[in-house]
């Protein structure tokens, strides 16, 4: 579901329900609520739903489609489009579909099924709540105070003029002008030294109190929620001062790792093109609409996060993300890349575009057109093809050698794919790459053979596939004959069996694996808050308590998969028995210490120690190693 709605009324309506230390609603209270209200139900009544075997289907009210891929669990109490990936429990889909702030879904909810909602208001609660909607209004009177402005700059006009931009793509975008002195806002905000606007980050407190403005003389760009509602700023130097660019902090309003520039604007066009390309910066969205290509959106001055990928797969099947072709574009895509993996469905594309070294989208379209970018859009290099062209320049299999560090190298990327015919085709082009047998190179990969021996459900596996595949009509024929889904990993069905029963945390003696991949990272969170909570958990519970965390991903793709093999929970029951249980045979098998017999969690210093050796274990190189860890 998207974090927009809960963001936009500051933290304080509970991100992380119930864990922020500024929540209001205490978790406990959204676990028990959502083991009473009945997601059947609340859905139903804006989405007529019809009973598909176990489950409820519709037409997905998140994207268009004439068939059905909007999939309701009365047992999971979850709900997940195959089509769009939305997803989520009763209380993100109020938000969503009705575009509820969290504590109003919550409220909704509650009334429903006669309970009421706990109010721990903290001290000081009710005057934050008051100031977060202070902050939007004293966020829209800037935007408009710096739109006025650029009328009255003919150095600002002059250069967006310079750039190509007319008046009307100006406007479009709200762009303005923050005027060359101390305090500007002074003359919009009665008092100057009200402590608000320093939490909208428009205002400095320098030393010794000095306040001024953060935005002097630069040309600004609002920046929009999904509502469209301005949450803050990018302003871009005129002329040569540093830095060039510069955002509004991080602010109870506005998460650079959350928020897309020009998204908001560019939703229609996005449908319309059936794909959203992803730039550097806000220039180029601007830039490229100025010449036509509306559907361009742009991260903030950060590389691109999950929840960023999250956003993009729910707007479009098609991402192509757009980097310079200089050495710093190839390491940033390559970040995208590690975020974009595990959450591509079959279906959904991820493509890679690199522009011609020394131009950003902004000059290319400028000095080529719209022709040109399109071409580029279209020839833009698959995720998968990116994947295995990176992993074999970094490990040229030459030899016996070479190609097993190619294979260690791809281990974890591959690890990470939770779609079963781009893994299944992956595999066997890594296998050809490395001169391997694809059995041999599975071997090697720590995956089961193909077919899933050992599975309960395996029976299911025809079925589910054709479900995945066939609505999107995108699978090629040569990949649909393979006809059999990956087997998970171990970690991953680790993860699904808890997610379908998570009570059973408390009992097992469950691994929390600290290797860093974000797999072993979901299952220690989830292993954390089942075994530690109080409550009586849910898997609506837990996916609400993990909703807009980077483990959702995982999570989601993790009990979609459930789904779509129908486990049933007395399957999960025995699943996670048997994981558990060949989970630590592996560690021992593998030289990692196995549990101790009271289950105590490691030192640290074991932590670190087991850390390292996973990482010489998989060879990878520090630079690898950094980028994987250091979001
Ligand atoms: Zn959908």
């Known amino acids: 579901m998207s974090p927009e709605g809960r963001i936009a009324k500051g933290p304080e309506v509970g991100i992380f329900a119930g864990r922020s230390v500024k929540s209001m609603i205490p978790n406990d209270f959204i676990q028990t609520l959502l083991s009473r209200v009945d997601i059947v139900d609340v859905i139903d009544r804006y989405v007529p739903l019809k009973k598909a075997g176990a489950n409820y289907q519709a037409c997905c009210p998140f994207h268009g489609e004439k068939t059905p891929s909007f999939t309701v669990s009365p047992s999971k109490q979850f709900y997940h489009c195959f089509g769009c990936g939305a997803h989520g429990t009763a209380i993100g889909f109020l938000m969503e579909h009705s575009g509820k702030a969290f504590p109003d879904a919550v409220e909704e909810l509650a009334r429903d099924v006669g309970l009421e909602v706990p109010r721990v208001e903290r001290p000081g609660e009710s005057e934050r709540r008051e100031q977060a909607m202070d902050l939007t209004a004293i966020t829209l009177e800037a935007a408009k105070f710096y739109r006025a402005q650029l009328k009255d700059a003919p150095r600002a006009i002059e250069y967006l003029k310079e750039r190509g931009l007319t008046g009307a793509i100006a406007a479009r975008f709200g762009i303005g002008y923050a005027p060359d002195a101390w305090q500007p806002l002074a003359s919009v905000f009665d008092r100057y030294d009200e402590p608000a606007l320093e939490t909208a980050g428009l205002v400095i407190a320098g030393e010794g109190g000095k ?24 302003g871009r130097v005129l002329g040569e001062g540093e830095p060039k660019y510069l955002n509004s902090p991080e602010t109870p309003l506005f998460s650079k790792g959350r928020e897309l520039y020009g998204l908001f604007l560019a939703r229609q066009a996005i449908r319309e093109a059936g794909t959203v390309v992803v730039v550097e910066g806000y220039m180029d969205v601007v830039a490229l609409a100025q010449h036509g290509v509306d559907h361009a959106v742009a991260t903030l001055g950060t590389s691109t996060t999950p929840a960023h990928v999250q956003k993009l797969f729910r707007q479009s099947d098609r991402v192509i993300f757009c980097f310079d072709g200089d050495s710093a574009g ?130 299911q596996d025809g079925a589910g596939f054709a479900r995945r595949s066939d609505p999107a009509g995108r699978v090629p024929p040569r990949a649909a004959a393979f006809g059999q889904r990956r087997a998970p990993s171990l970690v991953r069905e680790l993860i699904q069996a808890l997610l379908l029963q998570p009570q059973l945390a408390r009992s097992g003696d469950l691994p929390q694996p600290s290797d860093g991949t974000p797999d072993g990272a979901a299952l220690a969170a989830l292993v954390e808050y089942c075994a530690g909570s109080e409550e009586t958990v849910t898997t609506a519970g837990v996916m609400q308590y993990f909703a807009n965390t980077p483990h959702e991903p995982v999570l989601v793709a993790a009990l979609t998969a459930a789904e779509d093999h129908g486990i049933t929970l007395e399957q999960a029951t025995v699943h996670l028995a048997a994981g558990v249980a060949r989970y630590w045979q592996q560690a021992e098998r593998a030289g990692r210490p196995a549990r101790s017999a009271a289950g105590a969690a490691p030192t640290p210093e074991e932590a670190e120690r087991l850390r390292q050796l996973e990482m010489v274990r998989r060879s990878l190189p520090p630079s690898f190693a950094k980028t994987s860890r250091d979001r």
């Open 211 to 234: 306040r001024y403005d953060r935005f002097r003389d630069r040309i600004m760009f609002p920046i929009h929620d999904s509502r469209g509602q301005v949450i803050g700023f990018g």
């Open 330 to 459: 190839r390491k940033a895509a390559w970040r995208a890349l590690e975020n974009v993996l595990p959450v591509l469905a079959d279906g959904k594309n991820a493509g890679f575009l690199f522009l011609p070294d020394g131009e950003d989208p902004d000059d290319f379209v400028r000095r080529r057109g719209k022709e040109a970018f399109e071409a580029l859009v279209d020839g833009a290099v698959p995720a998968s093809e990116f994947l295995l062209a990176e992993l074999t320049a970094r490990h040229p299999p030459t030899s016996a050698e070479s190609a097993a560090a190619l294979v260690t190298a791809a281990r974890p990327y591959l690890g990470s794919l939770t779609a079963p015919v781009l893994a299944a085709l992956l595999h066997r082009r890594l296998a050809e790459l490395a001169g391997l047998p694809e059995t041999e190179l599975r071997a090697l990969l720590g995956h089961r053979a193909e077919g899933g021996q050992g599975r309960g459900s395996s029976s």
